[in-house]
Every structure is written in C-alpha cells, then in structure tokens.
C-alpha cells in the first residue's frame, strides 16, 4: 500500500467513527462536520518507508538493502479544536448541541490513545467541555466550581442536571481515558494533546 494512502484511510476511518458518535444529533451536513473535526483535532503524518544499506560481507561483496516502516503519528489536540469550534458550530447548524464537538473528539481519543471500554456519552462530553471553557491559562479547574458550572449548561440546553456522585464516576471515567489529571489543591489538570504511532 502507497504509504499516503495510508494516511488517507486513517483519515477516513477517523471520520467515519466521528460521523456515527454524531449521527444522533440535528446536525446539517455531518460529514463536513466531521472532517472539520479531524481537521481541527488530528493532525496526521504519513508512516514513511526506509530504506537502509547495510554490508553483508567483504568478502562476498555485497551490501543488502532493508525497508523499514516508520509510523505515522496522530497528534490529538483539545485547545485547537476548541478554538475552531464555533466555525464547525456554523457548519452544524442552529439546533446543534455544542458539546457534540467534544463528544466526537472523545470517541477518536479513547480509540487511538486510551483504549478503554467506557461507553462515551453526552455526559463526558459535557464535562470536558465545560472544564475546558472555564480552565485557567494553565489548563487547571478548581473541584468545587465543576458541578455548578456543568449544571449551569445543561439547564440552558434542557438536560437533566449531575448530582456530585454521577459528576465523580464522570471525572473517574475522564482521567481513566487520560483526558484530565487530578492535581494538588482540589484540582484537575486537562491534558492538552497527545501523540500517538499507527502504521
């Protein structure tokens, strides 16, 4: 297989998987949604051939030529994504829930980095996104404002609201799929990016 073909199938593969966690939602236009997504969360390289020489024996005179794989990477990125968010908002449509965004972006994150068999819901993403809009320049949010700020969101978009067992299995389910990190002072850490290999 031509090695940026690769590339291109990862792509889809990845789109296809945001296009189905999305399907549910009143949005127009779901696989232009959904590329924007990968535009905005994934960047992608290419797995790239190598070729090396390598002596065999002077005495025979030959030198053997080997291929090796290097892997593509897949660098997954929360700050950006948020940042176009209200230009795939645009594109989704009016009647958009705006957290289908982040809940997108998890189903790519468990499936390439975490691997974890939690069933990603609306509830994840609605805490994570919340956390990332209310994060201070270092990416901390303080324990004690998460409930009142998810529960804030959820009233204005017609959701049942969390009680502070359900917000912890949620923050449990989060830092086991290594989106978020428990941190001195009453505090989680959201972790910005990952990179991961995929041949």
């Known amino acids: ?3 940026p073909d690769r590339k291109r199938e990862k792509v889809l593969e990845l789109t ?4 189905r966690a999305i399907n549910r939602y009143d949005i127009t236009e779901k696989d232009k949604v959904a590329s924007r ?8 390289t290419s ?5 090396t020489f390598d002596l065999v024996s002077i005495r025979q005179g030959g030198v ?4 090796s794989t290097k892997p593509g990477d897949i660098r997954l990125n929360w700050k950006f994504l948020l940042e176009a968010s209200e230009s795939i908002l ?5 009647s958009a829930s705006p957290w289908f965004i982040c809940l997108a972006a998890l189903v790519i994150w468990n499936d390439v980095w975490a691997k974890m068999s939690i069933e990603i819901s609306e509830r994840h993403a609605m805490v994570i996104w919340t956390m990332w809009i209310h994060a201070d320049q270092d990416n901390y949010i303080q324990q004690e404002k998460i409930l009142s700020l998810v529960n804030n969101r959820l009233e204005r978009y017609s959701r049942p609201q969390l009680d502070q ?8 389910e989060l830092e086991e799929l290594e989106c978020i990190e428990e941190a001195e002072g009453n ?6 990016w990952i990179r991961v290999e995929y041949e």
């Open 1 to 3: 297989m031509n090695l």
């Open 16 to 19: 296809q998987m945001i296009t």
């Open 37 to 44: 997504i990968i535009d905005h969360f994934a960047a992608m």
């Open 47 to 51: 797995p790239e051939v190598r070729i």
């Open 64 to 67: 053997a030529v080997g291929k």
């Open 90 to 94: 645009l594109i989704a449509g009016t």
């Open 165 to 172: 067992e359900h917000l912890a299995h949620t923050l449990r």
């Open 187 to 192: 505090r989680w850490w959201l972790r910005e």
